[in-house]
């Protein structure tokens, strides 16, 4: 089972941030957030990561509260071309040997409208 | 810098037949990874590789499912005998070192019909 729970779908007007919630309740001290998207017919695509402190990238900002139960996907200025899947995965990093294996949920299906 | 690479991109094959997916990862990538996507779910890891050893493997149906990397490069997995259960699309990806970021392939369309 995933251990994490994204909502199904959102919505998000072109041009404005969109803002993706993920809970990871259950979530260990040594693994990671991971976001990936998968645009129709397409592979996933790796976005960020991160352990405890917020990131950004040229792609997006993560956000992990305090407690680490939960984290949030930032895209900054929504385009027509990040209408797809998005998926919150937590796992081991590092040189674990568990390292890597990545358990995908159904992930939040974003639509970004004109 | 290549992509992961997958061969075929589609195939449609009959129930019982057997079928083979080619992967070349990211060059450098000692980390290999094989994911079945059934339609409207999320990847599900059927088996992981760092070099030519296989690291997990919990979620692979060996009874039909087979997947090698001799020589710690490129990869194959194998279906044999398919069933119509099987349809799905095979993604293939690689990362650098264990627990590095993943990065994916195109993937196989299969059809079993």
């Known amino acids: 089972d995933a251990k994490t729970t994204q909502p199904t779908s959102m919505d998000c007007a072109e041009g404005r941030a969109a803002n993706l919630p993920c809970n990871h309740s259950?979530?260990?001290?040594?693994?990671?957030v991971y976001w990936y998207r998968q645009i129709h017919s397409q592979g996933p695509q790796y976005i960020i990561h991160g352990l405890k402190n917020n990131e950004t990238n040229e792609m997006a900002s993560l956000i992990i509260t305090e407690d680490r139960k939960s984290s949030t996907l930032i895209l900054p200025h929504a385009t027509l071309r990040d209408t797809a899947v998005y998926y919150c995965?937590?796992?081991?990093?590092?040189?674990?040997?568990?390292?890597?294996?990545?358990?995908f949920g159904d992930g939040t299906t974003l639509t970004v409208k004109p | 810098e290549a992509g992961v690479a997958q061969s075929p991109r589609y195939k449609i094959i009959e129930k019982r037949q057997s079928v083979a997916f080619w992967c070349n990862p990211i060059s450098g990538h000692a980390t290999l990874y094989w994911y079945q996507q059934i339609l409207g779910q999320g990847p599900k890891l059927l088996i992981q590789?760092?070099?030519?050893?296989?690291?997990?493997d919990s979620q692979l149906p060996k009874d039909r499912f087979s997947a090698e990397r001799l020589k710690g490069v490129d990869s194959t997995l194998k279906i044999q005998p398919a069933k119509l259960e099987d349809s799905a699309v095979y993604l293939c990806a690689s990362s650098l070192t264990l627990g590095g970021e993943q990065y994916f392939g195109p993937g196989t369309r299969l059809t079993v019909t």
């Open positions: 259950t979530i260990s001290g040594n693994e990671y």
């Open positions: 590789f760092q070099n030519n050893g296989v690291v997990d």
């Open positions: 995965i937590v796992r081991v990093g590092g040189s674990y040997t568990n390292a890597g294996k990545s358990t």
